[in-house]
């Protein structure tokens, strides 16, 4: 019989996995675009949960460095947590944009949600890039 919380922890290790290849694969992208250390960016994310008072939680969290907003439940009973940045940018280096992966994917899963989807944004550039542009063979 498979242990469940294996089976859980697999399934956001390959989340994770894939969530960093795409950050990964977004800063190539980027620096062909001519970002730089000086490049100031806004990001946007999505979360995702079943349990509405989890996504509360984690939304309390997260609430003390972006503005957030939360979905109606659907109705399949997920419950969605969009975060963002703006009106205020961030300078990123490389290691600090896929630390943020990590810390959105870790965060997520310590209340039993899902890092979901995230964006970037060079106002600057006039430039967006998405993970949802991206496929990544790992996960």
């Known amino acids: 019989m498979d242990d ?3 089976t859980w922890d697999d399934y956001y290790s ?3 996995t894939r969530k960093v290849d795409e950050a990964t694969m977004l800063w190539e992208n980027m620096l062909k675009a001519g970002v730089s250390s ?3 960016f806004a990001m946007d994310f999505t979360h995702f949960c079943d349990l509405p ?3 509360k939680e984690l939304g309390k969290q997260l ?3 972006y503005e957030l907003e939360f979905s109606h439940v659907d109705d399949k009973g997920y419950q969605f947590l969009s975060g963002t940045t703006r009106p205020y940018g961030n300078e990123l280096s490389q290691v600090d ?3 943020w992966v990590e810390f959105m994917c870790d965060v997520a899963q310590s209340y039993s949600c899902v890092f979901s989807s995230f964006t970037i944004e060079s106002p600057e ?3 967006i890039w998405s993970n949802k542009d991206v496929e990544s063979e790992k996960g």
Do not use: A, C, D, M
């Open 4 to 6: 469940p919380q294996q």
């Open 14 to 16: 390959r989340i994770k």
């Open 38 to 40: 000086e490049t100031v």
């Open 53 to 55: 008072e989890k996504l």
């Open 63 to 65: 609430s003390e460095n």
């Open 97 to 99: 944009f896929i630390g």
């Open 125 to 127: 550039l006039g430039l």
